[in-house]
Nanobody
């Protein structure tokens, strides 16, 4: 089995910064890609940023130039550095990973439990 554990969420003021971490563990042969998604109350879950095994990144227009996604392959960990935070960034942030397990040829999507980010004065 595979699990993703997020950390780093919390309450910050507008203009502040926060760094989220997500560590994958378990029966992992390789991680094809990792990313962050967020969901506000009453809203759909939207992509925030993704990064492939080759280092290619993709960002939602609303967070470009403010957020940076990175990964540490040796630690099976993905990070999201969030700067210049706005109230509209408030949401539950979920870690996602596409993982190939030992003795299984099919990559599978996994989700973390989510971590709350609140931006408020």
């Amino acid at each position: 089995q595979v699990q993703l554990v997020e950390s780093g969420g919390g309450l910050v003021q507008p203009g502040g910064s926060l760094r989220l971490s997500c560590a994958a563990s378990g029966n992992i042969f390789s991680i094809n890609a990792m990313g962050w998604y967020r969901q506000a109350p009453g809203k759909r879950r939207d992509m925030v940023a993704t990064i492939t095994s080759g280092g290619s990144t993709n960002y939602a227009d609303s967070v470009k130039d403010r957020f940076t996604i990175s990964r540490d392959n040796a630690k099976n960990t993905v990070y999201l550095q969030m700067n210049s935070l706005k109230p509209e960034d408030t949401a539950v942030y979920y870690c996602n990973a596409i993982i190939t397990r030992y003795n299984n040829r099919n990559p599978t999507n996994y989700w973390g439990q989510g971590t709350q980010v609140t931006v408020s004065s």
